[in-house]
């Protein structure tokens, strides 16, 4: 399985992607500055679908 993770280092947005099976380690396969749509899709998912309840 293959997730990747938005995450704010050093005030950049950067992504992080890694895979993993279960019952074994995780492996980073990536770890990068977010993309231009990148950054676009997050901070709309931020303004309109974010719930922090």
Do not use: G
């Not at 990536?30 to 679908?49: M, T, V």
């Amino acid at each position: 399985m293959r997730k990747q993770v938005f995450s704010y280092v050093f005030d950049e947005l950067t992504v992080l992607t890694l895979v993993y099976q279960p019952s074994e380690i995780p492996h980073i396969i990536s770890f990068r500055h977010a993309h231009k749509d990148e950054r676009e899709i997050y901070y709309d998912w931020l303004e309109n679908d974010y719930n922090d309840t």
